[in-house]
């Protein structure tokens, strides 16, 4: 009788575990995990309830979402404010990096929960095995706070490649027999010949918002700055010679950047429409209102396919070189991920929640869903190769594309794990040839490392950051459209940010530097 009670015992305290943790999909045979996670929503990608990725994962991982979807112009300062909120309902925050001065803060202040803390437990096997075979460690440990500890999951990569550059129209080269541009001289010639072609055109347009153009941009003048900027800071970018921080937004670097975009501006190359409303960016690219834009090759064939412009042929081109060489945008192996907020860590399901996310993003299954789709939906596999259905392989906007609007796979937000070899699978030769041109040109520089401030300095940052970033917002608009003077204007505009507290802002990022 004794070894009875004892087998069903253990039995017992198996079945607890199981219900408890999850397995390797963070599943077992108990009701689904409910919790409220939030998604930055692309208006050229609107968030769909029934994606495939979505109701796949609910059955694969055994969770149950509720989806607070954001628009992404609006993301960041909707998360400040959930995180500010004591009776925030959120349990999970997707596209995150809280390295930056105002999420650190949050961090730091308790809003969200340190990851790191159950990752030492071992709650999160996946991510910690995909750290482990990457060698990613050291990457890792630089997103660690001043307290030692890390708030997020980060999205992860083998191998940076350049999915999105300057999107221009090859059929309008040869018709004016021009040679593909190297330089930001040739994209003006460029633009200027697309004008007076037609002079209703705007030929350079941007996607979604001006900090897409801005931060594929600006690298070759030596700076990263604004909304996506490399540092987070807004208004500093880093010397990558010196190591170290410097004003970027009140620098010569940015003043001869503004005078190229100003030009633009002032000669009706550059859209005045800097967010366009809606999907208006693909109907301004496929009908002639626009001949370039720094966008993703990815949204070629869309435009094509809806374009009746007969012999339309956009192609993606290498970044262009400017005053500071060809640079892209400053891309690391780790990228914005997925964090807990501190209401999440009080559930009682905690570690089932944390493993079910585990398994959602970092595991192989979830590698493959979030990349690929379903085996028997997405695709096929032939003698170990990956063949995709007729119908990705027939679209006009190309296997990536139709994967992506028909079934939520390959969405910056939400896939949290990146193969280069997997994701090539889903691209043309000719894709394949560019990204062989940037990684021969050395063009994409790495992520400049996170400071670590302490408790106090994080919270004054995150105080000059918000004033700064306003006024720099404002100023910049109006030099690009002429509102302001870049030679009359600029001493004050510099003395403004100065009186702002730009110079006490960089120093606490250079004493926190690592």
Not at 50 to 58: A, C, I, R
Not at 99 to 110: R, V
Not at 149 to 161: A, I, R
Not at 377 to 392: D, L, W, Y
Request: neutral net charge; hydrophobic residues 40%.
């Amino acid at each position: 009788m004794k070894k009875i009670a004892r087998a069903i015992f253990l039995a017992l305290i198996v079945l607890l575990t199981l219900s408890t943790c999850g397995g390797q999909k963070g599943t077992s045979s108990s009701s689904p995990v409910k919790f409220i996670m939030t998604y930055s929503d692309n208006p050229t990608l609107p968030f769909k309830q029934d994606w495939l990725v979505v109701t796949e994962s609910n059955k694969l991982f055994n969770v149950d979402i509720t989806w607070e979807v954001i628009p992404s112009v609006d993301y960041t300062t909707k998360i400040l404010a959930e995180l500010n909120d004591p009776n925030t309902k959120i349990d999970v925050m997707l596209y995150l990096s809280p390295t930056t001065a105002d999420q650190a803060k949050a961090a730091l202040d308790g809003a969200l929960t340190p990851i790191s803390d159950y990752v030492d437990k071992g709650w999160t096997p996946n991510f910690s095995k995909r750290i482990a075979d990457w060698n990613m460690k050291e990457e890792l440990d630089l997103r660690r706070l001043s307290d030692g500890k890390f708030y997020f999951l980060p999205s992860l990569t083998d191998k940076p490649f350049y999915d999105g550059g300057l999107l221009i129209r090859e059929d309008l080269l040869d018709e004016f027999k021009m040679a593909t541009p190297v330089t930001f001289d040739d994209l003006y010639l460029y633009l200027k010949a697309c004008k007076q072609r037609d002079p209703k055109c705007y030929p350079l347009t941007n996607l979604v918002a001006p900090y897409v153009t801005y931060r594929m941009t600006q690298p070759s003048w030596g700076i990263s700055l604004a909304n996506s900027s490399s540092t987070g800071t807004f208004v500093l970018s880093w010397d990558y010679d010196k190591k170290e921080f410097f004003a970027g937004a009140i620098s010569d670097q940015y003043r001869d950047y503004l005078r190229f975009l100003s030009k633009l501006y002032a000669e009706g190359l550059y859209d005045p429409e800097f967010v366009p409303e809606g999907d208006m960016w693909a109907t301004k690219m496929s009908t002639g209102a626009a001949t370039a834009s720094y966008a993703y090759y990815d949204q070629i064939g869309g435009v094509h396919a809806n374009s009746n412009i007969k012999g339309i042929r956009f192609n993606m081109i290498p970044p262009l070189r400017g005053p500071y060489g060809a640079y892209h945008q400053p891309r690391a192996r780790l990228g914005n991920g997925v964090a807990f907020t501190a209401a999440a860590q009080k559930r009682p399901d905690f570690e089932r929640l944390v493993r079910a996310i585990d398994a959602m993003f970092f595991s192989d299954a979830a590698a493959e869903l979030w990349c690929l789709g379903k085996e028997g939906v997405t695709f096929s596999r032939n003698n170990g190769k990956i063949e995709f259905i007729p119908a990705a392989l027939n679209s006009p906007d190309g296997i990536y594309k139709y994967l992506q609007v028909n079934y939520g796979t390959g969405a910056a937000t939400s896939q949290l794990i990146w193969f280069n070899a997997q994701e090539m699978l889903k691209y043309d030769q000719n894709y394949a040839d560019i990204n062989a041109k940037v990684a021969a040109m050395n063009a994409i520089p790495i992520v400049p490392p996170a400071a670590s401030l302490s408790v106090t300095d994080t919270e004054r940052a995150s105080i000059l950051r918000a004033t700064l970033r306003t006024s720099f917002e404002v100023w910049t608009e109006d030099f690009i459209t002429g509102r302001k003077s870049l030679n009359s204007d600029w001493a004050a505009y510099v003395k403004e940010m100065k009186d702002l507290g730009i110079d006490e802002f960089l120093n606490i990022y250079n004493r926190s530097k690592r």
